[in-house]
């Protein structure tokens, strides 16, 4: 995919002046990290925020160059964030909650290749890693909730027959809901290396694995609460009783 500008903020894209590639890439912003050197390219993470008519749009606005991953279907390489926009769209097409795109562009000329790839800031959530520091100030209703919505969003990816790759507890963001309290709302984002279930038991438990590897405050009960939501069962089933023995040795 050369181009995707979501038409919702073309508007406001084009209204800043930003509505194409090369003032996009322009933008002198400082990097919210160290830069990206892996694979011998480069790519940092600005956050750019845009005036409006109400409050202030806050988007990341990632860009790369020659920063290139390899598959079987691409040899030569493409850039990293393709793949990862790609991926939004699938995630779109399959209704699995993820973090949307507001604007994709790659550039391939002089023997650089580069690519920017905005997304919409996601304000009104906090990644898991921040409720789970909060985690024993919680009520109970909402530790039980935030437990319910994360294993529902695993249930749900691995249902369409995706993997997340990169499933850190810090790539799923909850956001409170006013009306419905008991049901946070919950997706992804990072989805760089997201891909189809291949070995489904094996991928899946390794996502848990990754997502679990630091919530040192969740206890048995808490996973076997967890397991139950993610695999549709009872918590006393053997299924669930299976999955625990499998996943609670790497988590300790």
């Not at 008991?182 to 997706?187: D, L, N, Q």
Request: aromatic share 10%.
């Amino acid at each position: 995919m050369k181009k995707f500008v979501a038409p919702q903020y073309h508007p406001l894209l084009k209204q800043h002046g930003l509505d194409d590639f090369e003032a996009l890439w322009a933008l002198d912003l400082t990097p919210v990290d160290a830069p990206n050197l892996e694979r011998g390219g480069h790519s940092e993470v600005v956050v750019l925020t845009l005036e409006t008519s109400g409050a202030p749009q806050r988007f990341f606005l990632k860009r790369q160059t020659n920063h290139l991953g390899r598959s079987l279907h691409r040899p030569l390489g493409e850039p990293t964030f393709a793949r990862e926009m790609r991926n939004i769209r699938t995630f779109e097409r399959l209704e699995i909650p993820a973090l949307s795109a507001a604007w994709y562009g790659e550039h391939h000329r002089n023997g650089d290749w580069r690519a920017i790839l905005m997304t919409p800031a996601l304000d009104e959530y906090r990644d898991m890693m921040q409720w789970h520091q909060q985690w024993a100030s919680l009520p109970l209703a909402t530790r039980d909730a935030v437990i319910d919505s994360c294993a529902s969003l695993l249930r749900r990816l691995h249902q369409r027959r995706w993997r997340h790759g990169s499933l850190y507890a810090k790539h799923v963001f909850l956001r409170p809901e006013q009306s419905r309290p008991e049901a946070p709302e919950a997706r992804f984002i990072d989805l760089e290396k997201s891909r189809p279930l291949i070995n489904g038991r094996r991928e899946r438990l390794r996502d848990l694995e990754l997502f679990g590897r630091r919530l040192s405050q969740w206890d048995d009960e808490t996973w076997r609460r967890f397991l139950a939501r993610y695999l549709a069962s009872s918590s006393d089933s053997r299924i669930v009783g299976n999955w625990l023995q499998r996943l609670l040795p790497k988590l300790r």
